[in-house]
């Protein structure tokens, strides 16, 4: 199921839309990186190349195979 969440990101609104699965591994990896969601979403969005959601899905796959 995909949720559309609206986030801050250097001082402006935006809204993201991901599946329910990559918001819970996000906020899982801003937990075990002791910084908020919204600032590991921002070091996401300074270092894309490709629109946001797909670089937080990208993201969140390289994490997982990196834990394994």
Known sequence: ???????????????????????????EIASEKKISLQELIEQIDKARTNSLSGALRLFVLKHLKEKT
């Open 1 to 27: 199921m995909i949720k559309k969440r609206s986030i801050r990101i250097c001082g402006h609104e935006t809204s993201v839309s991901i599946e329910a699965a990559f918001w819970n591994e996000l906020r």
